[in-house]
């Protein structure tokens, strides 16, 4: 009954297609509906807002401003999260103060959605403007290393080894800023009880994060209000952080002591957090035979004017390869927008765009093949932390993708029409393995049901899934006995789904507890049948429901008749694996791409994407290729579609909708090919599981653009790479 491995459907999908799952926005209750209307300017203050037409517009309910804003809001009031970086967080309707455009500066609550958001068109805002610098590239002149986090230390001599080397490359890479966009539009359902407490559905990666909110700002604690999260419809980190919309729900429902619901627009989507834009200079230098011997990496990237963004970004050049005299710097600007956000694999994906793409140029600089350039430079040691790996299975990556894809053959291979030309193109991935404490609680009732449960979520990953498949492996049990459950501040202590740690952190909680359930149950056998007292624990095994011993098999649920016990149940909190400290956890992929470039119209295509990945124990193949297959895609939309604008003279996003702001569709994906390599890791954590929701997007914009030169001889170092600048 080996469930583990198993390509387990989703436990959840019925739900999810028949539309019995509930998101945020889908509780039946009857809601006042909430609309923010947001600034029009990005920097300067509101000298007068009239709301009395709002007011006065059927259906109304309220409208909350600066003007308004409860007398206990104003004072020692933490707006924090557990994700906030340094700086002071955005306060809704704290001041007259606008920090950025966009800025939510009124509520209207109405009976219907619509009238909210026809009596937000009603308010009359005037505002006292400030100049201000709106874009990356104007505030270059105030980046500042203080501002960020700091990078992993240098090593050797840089500018020496710089100077020695054979060959050397100076280049800058630009990429531009990302909106997450998940399919769910960001929502907060709130219901006002009678006793005053509150039910928060909250669009979140992690009720936890919400509920620090409320208590920080509105000083609810779990005993007055319960945070749930049955279903999340993608994130990719926007709902790492609770967005404004909880705030503003929640005000709503404790001032007018009614159900109140915001759903964000699409449009409303592209006002709060992004992936930033950045800015890398990179010089890279190797030895004639493609030795690397010299390695600096510099990015500055954008922050807020109230938040210093936190996330790694240069650090995994010092990682992926070997380099004895390396030089990492990050700063970071404030430009006059909300804060940037963590978006999928934040900060690698920029690092090793920009390291994946020098490395290719000096690859070609050496003429050397960059396949080849790669294997010659390989480390099977962490050079930043000093630290050994806990398993690291790239090389067998790059022998199995370089089968697949057929790398060494690639041009006589490729048949061309007269009017493409062809390229091709790779990269090395990388995501770190980490694991955090999480705790879980077991049940099993008199039917032997199990349910299992954990303040964790599901953001489309497969969470249910693969805890369910962990529990049923574990006990023994067939998966349909499984009942695991998450999303509610009821639930035992979880972190936020992300930094995709949740299988190695929530799954192995959940074998622990599984194993705490096997002493416990066994004991129980042993306690109720003197013949069995002295059985080692070791001898029995644990099957279909029952515990066997010799050739005796005993259920599970008779064991708890004869003990006269209707249930049975275990908590349990996990900590990370003693390997976390030791050793660095790393998962691993190499990426292979193929493009044709339309040689008139620039037009570029990608008919074929390989990803072969090490990530140590795959729980489920199924649920693992998803998202491997659904951040390849993702990359290559970053590669060559996204594009969040911003007009710089007034700091408003330009292309806040789908139209102009262009992601990968069915059209743009072709042949994708994803393959896991066997990877045994006995320290990373108890499962050997490494998560696999962010490593396949990573990398994957370099062998494009790679792809790219090798199609046309153009080496576009901007993303995205868009048909004018090939031709
Ligand atoms: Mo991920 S950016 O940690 O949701």
């Avoid at 000298?47 to 059927?58: H, K, N, Q, R, V």
């Avoid at 509920?211 to 209000?225: C, T, W």
């Avoid at 834009?277 to 990179?282: A, F, G, P, S």
């Avoid at 140029?361 to 093949?369: K, M, P, R, T, V």
């Amino acid at each position: 009954m080996l469930n583990i491995g198993n390509k387990q459907k989703r436990v959840d999908g019925p739900q999810k297609v028949t539309g019995k799952a509930t998101y945020a926005a889908d509780i039946a209750s009857p809601f006042y509906h909430a609309y923010v209307l947001q600034s029009t300017i990005a920097c300067g203050s509101i000298t007068a807002i009239d709301t009395s037409a709002a007011e006065a517009f059927e259906g109304v309910k309220g409208i909350f401003t600066h003007k308004n804003l409860p007398e206990r809001l104003k004072n020692k009031v933490d707006y924090t999260d557990p994700l906030s970086p340094p700086g002071k967080p955005f306060r809704p309707f704290y001041n007259d103060k606008i920090l950025y455009n966009g800025q939510p500066i009124a509520l209207v609550v109405a009976q219907t959605f619509e009238q909210a958001r026809y009596a937000s068109k009603l308010i009359k805002v005037t505002y006292e403007e400030k100049k201000f610098k709106g874009s990356l590239s104007d505030n270059l002149k105030n980046a500042s290393a203080d501002r960020a986090p700091e990078p992993a230390s240098n090593r050797g001599d840089f500018k020496k080894a710089f100077k020695n080397s054979d060959y050397t490359i100076i280049r800058e890479y630009r990429q531009s800023r990302n909106y997450h966009n998940p399919m769910e539009p960001h929502a907060t359902s709130v219901e006002y009880k009678s006793d005053g407490s509150l039910v928060v559905y909250d669009k979140i990666q992690g009720v936890a994060s919400s509920l620090k909110y409320l208590n920080g700002v509105f000083g609810l604690g779990a005993d007055r209000v319960q945070v749930k999260s049955d279903f999340v419809g993608g994130a990719f980190g926007s709902g790492l952080r609770p967005q404004y919309q909880l705030f503003m729900a929640t005000l709503a429902a404790l001032e007018l002591k009614h159900n109140v619901q915001m759903v964000m627009t699409r449009a409303q989507m592209f006002s709060f957090g992004y992936r930033p834009e950045v800015i890398h200079t990179m010089k890279l230098g190797c030895s004639k035979d493609g030795i690397l011997k010299a390695l600096s990496h510099k990015t500055v990237g954008e922050t807020s004017t109230f938040e210093d963004f936190n996330e790694t970004i240069v650090d995994w050049s010092g990682l992926l390869y070997k380099c004895d005299n390396v030089n990492l710097e990050y700063e970071l600007t404030p430009v006059q927008s909300y804060t940037p956000l963590d978006m999928r694999a934040p900060g690698g994906v920029s690092g090793v765009y920009a390291l994946e793409c020098a490395i290719d140029e000096l690859a070609h600089e050496a003429g050397i093949d960059p396949l080849e350039f790669r294997r010659k430079n390989y480390v099977d040691y962490d050079q930043n932390e000093d630290k050994p790996f806990t398993s690291k299975e790239l090389m067998a990556c790059y022998a199995r993708c370089e089968e697949v894809f057929g790398w060494k053959n690639r041009k006589d291979l490729s048949k061309t029409e007269p009017h493409l030309l062809k390229g091709y193109g790779m990269a090395t991935g990388s995501w770190e393995a980490l694991q955090q404490p999480a705790s879980v609680s077991l049940s099993m009732n008199e039917e032997g049901t199990f349910t299992i449960k954990c303040a964790t979520a599901d953001i489309g990953t497969g969470t249910y899934t693969v805890m369910s498949q962990i529990a049923a492996d574990k006990l023994g049990v067939s998966i349909e006995k499984i009942k695991f459950m998450l999303g509610d501040t009821a639930f035992p202590d979880s972190p936020i789904e992300g930094g995709s740690w949740t299988v190695s952190s929530v799954g192995s909680a959940v074998a622990s507890v599984c194993e705490k359930f096997k002493y416990r149950i066994a004991d129980i056998w042993k306690r109720n049948n003197p013949d069995y007292q002295a059985v080692a624990f070791e001898d029995i095994s644990f099957q279909k429901g029952k515990l066997e011993y010799g050739s005796k098999t005993f259920a599970f649920t008779e064991i708890m008749q004869q003990a006269s016990k209707e249930e049975l149940s275990i908590a349990h909190s996990e900590s990370p694996a003693a390997g976390q400290n030791t050793h660095s956890g790393y998962a691993h992929c190499c990426v292979m791409v193929e493009v044709t470039v339309d040689k008139d119209l620039g037009i570029i295509k990608v008919p074929r994407l390989v990803n072969v990945s090490a990530a140590g124990k795959i729980i489920n193949p199924k649920t693992a290729e998803n998202q491997l297959l659904g951040s390849m895609v993702w990359g290559l939309g970053m590669a060559l579609r996204e594009e969040g604008m911003v007009d710089t003279r007034y700091g408003r996003v330009m292309n806040a909708n789908f139209a102009e702001y262009h992601i990968a569709v069915n059209a743009d994906i072709h042949d994708i090919h994803t393959e896991f390599v066997e990877e045994k890791d006995d320290k990373v954590n108890p499962l050997g599981a490494k998560g696999v929701g962010e490593l396949g997007i990573v990398g994957l914009a370099a062998a494009i653009s790679n792809a790219i030169f090798d199609a046309t001889g153009k080496r576009l170092r901007k993303l995205p790479m868009l048909l004018d600048d090939v031709l």
